[in-house]
């Protein structure tokens, strides 16, 4: 392969908890000459150390991971990464997880039964800086990423965006159902701050207890498991 050759090759990572799905997606993609795939991950915090290392050009990420979801994993790509785009490949259809991958900087989101072609037209778009999402939700999705290009033109913020990053992780993880001691030994640290945290993500969210905090999670897209 000669060296332009190589200069237009699209570097891909995958983010996905499944193994077989991982391994069906690398399989697949790499089957395309333009299309090296340089690291994959199980959970999104893994996903953000690694991309951060390999720096490919697109992210392909499922949403419902562990540890950190895709929404969060991909804010925090682009936060460290900007000219690094997001494809999100999910199960899930409804629109507030489309939102919310819009909000957090992701280019596209396509549901995991595409067909193949489908898919690598949707790798050229988004390497070229276009932004793939279903039709049914194009016009609603192309006027959030007008509002994020031109912040003063409305009204982004809510209650979610005054959690920091550890809140966000906290309030997915008990989303899941996880208790304060699993939460505390998973994030290594200890059970007062977890509480601490806790209480400080209630009064932020202005909600009232932690049936309300699971509701919250599921009704935003933050989790998927009920």
């Known amino acids: 392969m000669s060296q332009q050759e190589k200069s237009h090759i699209i570097k891909i990572f995958i983010a996905d908890d499944h193994v077989f799905l991982r391994e069906a997606f690398k399989s697949l993609l790499s ?7 340089v690291g994959e991950a199980d959970d999104g915090k ?3 150390e690694r991309v951060a290392a390999t720096m490919p050009d697109i992210v392909i990420m499922d949403i419902a991971m562990p540890v950190l979801n895709g929404v969060e994993a991909t ?3 682009k936060q460290q990464k900007p000219e690094i785009k997001v494809l999100i490949l999910s199960g899930y259809e409804g629109e507030q997880y489309i939102y919310r991958v819009v909000q957090a900087g992701a280019h596209g989101y396509l549901v995991k039964s595409v067909e193949a072609d489908t898919l690598f037209k949707a790798i050229e778009a988004v390497q070229r800086g276009e932004y793939v999402f279903p039709q049914s939700v194009h016009a609603a999705i192309q006027k959030e990423i007008d509002t994020l290009k031109h912040p003063g033109s409305g009204n982004q913020s809510d209650s979610f965006h005054k ?3 550890r809140e966000r992780e906290i309030l ?3 989303g899941e159902g996880n208790t304060h001691q699993q939460i505390a030994e998973l994030l290594q640290i200890s059970i007062r701050t977890v509480d601490t945290h806790r ?3 209630i009064k932020k969210l202005d909600v009232h207890d932690t049936a309300n905090l ?4 599921i009704r935003n ?5 009920p």
């Open 75 to 77: 804010r925090r790509i």
């Open 46 to 48: 893994e996903a953000v």
């Open 199 to 201: 209480n400080n993500i």
């Open 221 to 225: 897209g933050i989790t998927t498991i």
């Open 163 to 165: 959690l920091t990053d």
């Open 172 to 174: 997915q993880l008990i």
């Open 214 to 217: 699971v509701l919250y999670a």
């Open 31 to 37: 089957e395309e000459e333009t299309i090296e795939v």
